[in-house]
């Protein structure tokens, strides 16, 4: 589990899925603690919901801590990164009085559906999927929730009726995993859930490289630290980082995706932080080498992300308000998650909640 005002809905073809018309509009993603948002996830994710939510999207947005626990998290360590997203997400614009904003943690109801979806998928299909293959090859021991990594997703957002979900082109697949799984249960017990949609960008915030190695994605787990930008990097770390970022031996800027990777990265990251087409960044770099170009680059990331980055750091000194929007958007989780849930419990032929025997009962 991204511009969001121009993103797609991929395989779409521009045509209303008549199964799906009962379902109202609803947005899901989640985003992992596990260190400080690079811009990628910046622009990529937190951009684009920030932006479905000012368009008027039901948006819920949680923070997937059950997801971190795939690799060994500390556990002190990852609350304060729970607070430290939250801040980012708070700073960058989510509205927890418009949005539900909340961890996954706290909304049992995705780890239940969860496990009554894995009662439905098969190991040959989730051993197949790219990255859990990539993953488990690196590893000894493959821990079991790798395994059931999309699986959880999908539980993610059914236990809402997400209808669409901002995805990146690497994660098609699992989103492929959900609407599979809808199927399956909608033929053994009847329709409960609309089959969520991809929502993907268009502008290329969820395709940014390395800036050491361009002929791989930007990430926060890279080895060097100067590979990518993170959302707390001061200006003068951005700039650094910039001017280290690989690029080839013509001076002249030109965007070309597949002969000029890193210079066209630059362009990509240009374009994001100061709302421009590649075209235009290009006309405005007409007459600069690489080497000055980076120093643009470098000045319109630190115009957008300087105030991000001032707010977040304020509300990162409020702990409690933090933890405060926390709960409230856990309360509003549960209630939506309760109602489909119990839903699910009558097609499966399970047992109701307590809550709902108890009320039955007095």
Request: charged share 25%; with cysteine.
């Amino acid at each position: 589990m991204s511009n969001c005002t121009t993103s797609a809905e991929a395989g779409n073809n521009n045509s209303v899925d008549r199964a799906d018309i009962e379902w109202p509009r609803r947005v899901v993603s989640g985003l992992q603690p596990t260190g400080a948002l690079h811009i990628g996830n910046y622009f990529g994710a937190v951009r684009r919901c920030v932006r479905l939510q000012d368009k008027g999207d039901d948006l819920m947005i949680f923070i997937a801590d059950l997801h971190s626990l795939t690799t060994h998290q500390d556990p002190a360590a990852l609350q304060e990164n729970v607070l430290d997203l939250t801040a980012c997400l708070l700073a960058s614009g989510i509205d927890p009085d418009r949005s539900v904003l909340f961890t996954q943690s706290s909304v049992a109801r995705h780890s239940e559906l969860c496990w009554l979806l894995t009662c439905l998928a098969t190991h040959a299909r989730l051993a197949h999927l790219p990255q859990y293959k990539d993953k488990s090859a690196k590893m000894k021991e493959v821990p079991l929730g790798l395994l059931l990594y999309p699986v959880l997703q999908a539980a993610d957002v059914l236990v809402y009726r997400g209808t669409h979900v901002p995805v990146g082109v690497d994660q098609l697949q699992h989103l492929q995993v959900a609407s599979q799984l809808v199927r399956t249960f909608h033929h053994r017990f009847g329709r409960t859930f609309p089959t969520p949609k991809p929502l993907l960008a268009e502008d290329g915030s969820d395709r940014l490289l390395s800036l050491r190695d361009p002929s791989k994605k930007m990430s926060k787990s890279d080895t060097d630290p100067k590979s990518c930008i993170l959302l707390t990097d001061s200006d003068d770390t951005i700039l650094l980082k910039l001017r280290k970022a690989v690029t080839d031996f013509t001076p002249q800027v030109t965007f070309d995706r597949e002969n000029r990777p890193g210079v066209s990265n630059l362009i990509a990251v240009h374009c994001l932080a100061a709302d421009k087409l590649p075209e235009e960044a290009v006309e405005e770099a007409d007459g600069l080498d690489t080497g000055r170009y980076k120093r643009v680059v470098a000045a319109a990331l630190s115009e957008a992300l300087g105030p991000v980055r001032e707010r977040a750091a304020a509300l990162r000194r409020r702990p409690e308000l933090l933890r405060d929007v926390l709960r409230h958007g856990a309360v509003r989780a549960r209630v939506r998650a309760d109602e489909v849930y119990e839903s699910v419990l009558a097609r499966v032929g399970l047992a109701p909640p307590v809550a709902r025997l108890a009320r039955a009962a007095s």
